[in-house]
């Protein structure tokens, strides 16, 4: 197989690590060679609570990734979602030098761009260019190298992360005896999986709904204008059922995924079922409705700040295709109608992505079935779009920002206008 590369994804949530190799063949065509889930809950909402428990599950979850591949595995894309994410829309201006914009140019122009918004403190952990103003032109394109200009402005979508925190995950892959390519913010690439290229057209809203935090992106024009991270999520909802039923938080996320609900209208308040806690004789009579209504009153809980997020950056206008969820904390039955109900605009689920298949190394018919299981299971959407992510026009332009462009030749222009109406847009936000 020709032009291919395999590429390594490590996704750390709330409760689990998450390893997937695959072989990169284009952007329409990535295969999944492996993957590796281990279960642990000591990453929490961007903070290593146990940092040995939590090196053992990435070892042990690439290692699995890697046994099914059959390969080794040398440095990683790491995805993340971190409430200390701090977001903003900036732009960096530069006069060019030679008669037309090279990557030194568009290099300075992100350097120019950090030192204006990037506080001491912070470390930019993902930027997507959002397109590239030329001289006096009123119109943006998506690349400006080999371009005649005098001067150029290219804005940025900047996400950071705080130096420490920073630190302290680049620390912690390192002692897995791996490097860091990239570290993304999850919604970025749960993007580039679960949304159509018209609903980044026209406006949309990605909610990844995880166990410990609600990660939010916004596109209009097919730019990422806007990305934040709520401190909130699924297993808030089961921390509420347990603490109300008084049975552990096992015992809660099971009743939360057998028998939990947002959709009050479709129960019968009398309707009840009986449920025996382990290590107890002892049998409890639930009530459906109240299950629900516990389960109701987090998820408004969770909407509302989505709402008061998207309403302050002054957004709502701007996303005409409404929500796209995605996320484990999404799949709870009645999620869709009870969302659209309560946010008054569209709402979908996301679906599975074309591009992704199953690839075995051994020819292994057993292995092949599972891996196929594997690529409907939600839980892995972030990791298999950060693949996709990795052959995006977004990641290839915005690519030509860092330092590394300057030692990358043969850089060809290809520029498409986009309009006028995505300027008032950011003007609007920034």
């Known amino acids: ?51 040995e428990r939590l090196q053992g599950a990435i070892k042990q979850a690439i290692q699995d990734a890697e046994d099914t591949a059959n390969c080794r595995v040398h440095s990683v894309w790491l995805t993340i979602a971190t409430p200390e994410l701090l977001s903003k829309n900036s732009s960096g201006y530069v006069t060019v030098e030679e008669e037309t914009v090279s990557a030194k140019d568009m290099v300075q122009a992100l350097a120019n761009a950090k030192s204006k918004d990037l506080p001491s403190d912070y470390y930019l952990m993902h930027c997507c260019q959002q397109g590239i103003y030329i001289d006096e032109q009123e119109t943006m394109v998506d690349d400006a190298i080999e371009m005649f200009a005098h001067d150029i402005t290219v804005m940025y979508h900047m996400m950071m992360l705080p130096v420490a925190s920073r630190q302290n ?94 959709d009050l209208h479709s129960i019968d308040p009398s309707a009840f ?41 002054g957004l709502l206008s701007y996303i005409e295709r409404g929500i796209v969820l995605t996320g484990g904390g999404s799949t709870i039955k009645g999620m869709v109608p009870f969302a659209k109900k309560l946010l008054k605009m569209p709402v979908v689920l996301s ?59 043969g850089m060809k222009s290809t520029f498409r206008n986009v309009g006028q109406r995505f300027t008032s847009v950011l003007k609007k936000i920034l």
Do not use: W
């Open 273 to 313: 079922f009986v449920f025996k806690p382990q290590g107890s004789g002892d049998e409890i009579n639930v009530s459906v409705y109240n299950l629900a209504r516990i389960i109701e009153a987090r998820y408004i809980q969770i909407f509302t700040e989505v709402a008061r997020q998207l309403h302050e950056a």
């Open 169 to 262: 995950i680049q620390k912690l892959l390192q002692s897995c005896d791996v490097g860091i390519d990239h570290i993304v913010f999850d919604a970025v690439t749960s993007a580039e999986y679960g949304l159509m290229s018209e609903e980044r057209q026209q406006g949309v809203c990605l909610v990844d709904i995880g166990a410990g935090s609600t990660s939010l992106c916004v596109y209009k024009e097919n730019k990422l204008i806007f990305t934040h991270c709520i401190p909130s999520g699924g297993h808030e909802v089961t921390m509420d059922i347990s603490a109300d039923m008084g049975i552990s938080m096992i015992e809660a996320e099971k009743l939360k995924k057998q028998h939990g609900t947002v």
């Open 1 to 51: 197989m020709k032009n291919t590369e395999n590429l390594v994804v490590v996704h750390i949530s709330a409760t689990a690590v998450y390893a997937v190799i695959g072989r990169v063949v284009s952007a329409d065509d990535i295969r999944i060679m492996g993957v590796g889930q281990v279960k642990n809950s000591d990453y929490y909402q961007g903070q290593i609570k146990h940092r």
């Open 351 to 409: 679906n599975t992505h074309p591009a992704i298949s199953a690839y075995s190394y051994f020819d292994n018919e057993a292995l092949f079935k599972q891996l196929n299981l594997q690529l409907n299971d939600r839980a892995y959407q972030t990791a298999f779009g950060t693949l996709l992510y990795s052959q995006s026009e977004q990641f290839r332009r915005s690519e030509k920002s860092e330092p590394e462009a300057l030692q990358k030749g």
